[in-house]
């Protein structure tokens, strides 16, 4: 396998706005991509912030996307909250993100239990809070299952 060439800090923009056109990264993730990518840290913060500054790179827009994709595949508002914190995201920006993505964590639940193969109360209350759903609304999914 070929290796690529490190960045360089006239390369880099273009290939920033490569990987945002494909995907939104938090401020975070991009900064350690670009790093590892070979920027110095001082030019990856400086990169990063041109990039926010231009709309290529937006975290409120990636904490809404995050809410939406985990949403769909199934995983409850603790596993969300904790991956935002991966992304230095903080508590505000998950209820921010939360109410502009409109979703209702009671219907994922109810929509998690559809999908678990367990007909055992017990099982199927483990389940979901192993896909991160809060106490009330296993609750109220087993209720309504």
């Known amino acids: 396998m070929r290796r690529r060439e490190p960045l ?4 880099a923009p273009a290939a920033a706005r490569r990987w945002l056109a494909r995907r939104d ?3 975070a993730e991009l900064r350690a ?3 590892r990518e070979g920027l110095t840290a001082t030019d990856a913060d400086r990169l ?3 990039l926010a500054d231009g709309w290529w790179q937006s975290d409120e827009r990636f904490a809404v996307s995050l809410v939406r994709s985990r949403a769909r595949q199934g995983k409850g508002p603790r596993l969300v909250r904790a991956e935002f914190s991966g992304h230095a995201l903080d508590e505000a920006d998950f209820r921010r993100a939360c109410e502009e993505a409109e979703v209702d964590w009671q ?6 239990l559809r999908r678990c193969r367990h007909s055992d109360p017990q099982r199927q ?6 896909k991160g759903f809060e106490s009330d609304q296993i609750r109220d999914a087993l ?3």
């Open 25 to 27: 990264y938090s401020q």
């Open 107 to 112: 219907a994922a639940a109810a929509e998690a």
């Open 8 to 11: 360089s800090t006239d390369t």
């Open 33 to 35: 991509r670009l790093e």
């Open 143 to 145: 209720a309504e299952g």
């Open 125 to 130: 209350r483990q389940f979901l809070q192993r």
């Open 48 to 50: 990063a912030a041109e």
